[in-house]
């Protein structure tokens, strides 16, 4: 006697998209505590690993290098080079700080000490631990830039009241730099993958981005590009503030950030669902 067999019906994959849109709550607020205690016991060593480096920049090129220059021209103006130089460099600072603890420490938390794995024992999702370590590399930014236009203050470098309004506007750039940072944070297998996103994007958007020199002196070509650049509009959003005046296109300039802010978030956050699925 014979038996009839059925064919099998298929299983089909039901795990949602890793491209969905976040799912995001105020969990992420113990997350960010948890990081901010941690870091509580070496704060002072790493206020001064943050602000020596660009410290050296300002006194190296902006006193050694500008009482060669003196002056640089900027929109018609004549404007001391240090003054030129300390109004980039403050954004290349919060660039440099957000971009190493998205990277380096959110390497170790997530990948060598599986931080991230004994949280997500909790009911905390992962995209509220992606969006606490974004934040949290964002305050890291915005505490060195505040310790650094301290030294600027102090150094009579600029006095314009209007400073105070660069300082969200820094905050905003930390933000987005962490964004950026978490994307490559997850596709790293190792720390020495990170000198691929130092060495092919930082570095030379830190040398075409007007920080040291105004981007009029670069090709035609390649000044258009550079003006697009996260780092490029930063620099335009912060510099005016330092000459006590107001940005020319804050609103468009406000948008660009914000726009390269949100699409890194939410490829960053796809790409490390991807990689705690496989």
């Given at each position: 006697m014979s038996t009839l067999k059925t064919p099998?019906?298929?299983?089909?994959?039901?795990?949602?998209?890793?491209?969905?849109?976040?799912q995001l709550s105020m969990r992420w607020w113990p997350v960010f505590l948890r990081n901010l205690l941690v870091w509580r016991k070496l704060a002072?060593?790493?206020?001064?690993?943050?602000?020596?480096?660009?410290?050296?920049?300002?006194?190296?090129?902006?006193?050694?290098?500008g009482s060669l220059?003196?002056?640089?021209?900027?929109?018609?103006?004549?404007?001391?080079?240090?003054?030129?130089?300390?109004?980039?460099?403050?954004?290349?600072?919060?660039?440099?700080?957000?971009?190493?603890?998205?990277?380096?420490?959110?390497?170790?938390?997530?990948?060598?000490?599986?931080t991230w794995d004994g949280i997500m024992n909790a009911p905390v999702r992962?995209?509220?631990?992606?969006?606490?370590?974004?934040?949290?590399?964002?305050?890291?930014?915005?505490f060195t830039v505040t310790a650094i236009l301290g030294v600027m203050l102090a150094l009579g470098i600029s006095h314009s009241w209007k400073l105070l309004v660069a300082w969200p506007v820094l905050l905003g750039v930390?933000?987005?730099?962490?964004?950026?940072?978490?994307?490559?944070?997850?596709?790293?297998?190792?720390?020495?993958?990170?000198?691929?996103?130092?060495?092919?994007?930082?570095?030379?958007?830190?040398f075409l981005s007007g920080i040291f020199f105004p981007r009029d002196q670069l090709p035609t070509l390649v000044r258009a590009i550079a003006d697009w650049l996260p780092l490029s509009v930063s620099v335009d959003l912060v510099r005016p503030l330092f000459l006590d005046r107001w940005p020319e296109h804050a609103l468009q300039q406000s948008l660009v950030l914000?726009?390269?802010?949100?699409?890194?978030?939410?490829?960053?956050?796809?790409?490390?669902?991807?990689?705690?699925?496989?």
């Open positions: 099998l019906t298929p299983a089909f994959n039901t795990a949602p998209s890793a491209w969905r849109a976040p002072i060593p790493s206020l001064v690993g943050n602000i020596a480096e660009p410290l050296m920049w300002l006194v190296a090129f902006g006193y050694g290098m220059i003196g002056q640089i021209e900027l929109d018609g103006e004549k404007v001391p080079y240090i003054l030129f130089l300390a109004s980039g460099s403050i954004c290349m600072s919060a660039m440099n700080a957000a971009t190493f603890e998205a990277l380096y420490s959110a390497f170790s938390r997530m990948h060598v000490q599986k992962l995209d509220d631990i992606v969006m606490a370590e974004m934040l949290w590399a964002a305050f890291k930014a915005l930390g933000i987005t730099f962490s964004c950026m940072a978490l994307i490559f944070n997850a596709l790293a297998k190792g720390y020495d993958f990170f000198t691929y996103y130092f060495t092919l994007f930082l570095t030379p958007m830190m914000a726009a390269f802010a949100g699409m890194s978030f939410w490829v960053a956050l796809a790409l490390t669902r991807k990689r705690f699925r496989s």
